[in-house]
């Protein structure tokens, strides 16, 4: 498949807003949006499943909503009240089984990354 590509990191300040933003294919099956900081292992942030359901990792919980738009490909991660630990590589992922997982292994297309900084 074509690779996606996200797009909205940037340097932002604790309890400030951001939406991430990736186009491609993302209509195959589920989708969802990963992190990796330095020295860490790569994490789940969210995944939604073709009906629109919808998963977050524990510590996104509250903070952040994931949705897509079908007609124009794009699946978008929005996050509020955005912390220090929210500071990572994001990327977006996608594959074509319907059932969701937070394994990233189980994801066949991906993205670059966009780097999201939260900073004072």
């Known amino acids: 498949q074509v690779p996606l590509v996200e797009s909205g990191g940037g340097s932002v300040a604790p309890g400030e807003s951001l939406t991430l933003q990736c186009m491609g294919n993302?209509?195959?099956?589920?989708v969802g949006w990963f992190r990796q900081a330095p020295g860490k292992e790569r994490e789940g942030v969210a995944v939604i499943d073709p009906l629109g359901r919808t998963t977050y990792f524990d510590s996104v919980k509250g903070r952040a909503t994931i949705s897509r738009d079908k007609n124009s490909n794009i699946l978008t991660l929005r996050m509020h009240s955005l912390k220090f630990e929210d500071t990572a590589m994001y990327y977006c992922?996608?594959?074509?089984?319907?059932?969701?997982?937070?394994?990233?292994?189980?994801?066949?297309?991906w993205g670059q990354g966009t780097q999201v900084t939260v900073s004072s």
């Open positions: 992922a996608a594959r074509s089984l319907w059932i969701c997982s937070y394994q990233s292994r189980d994801y066949e297309t």
């Open positions: 993302i209509n195959g099956g589920c």
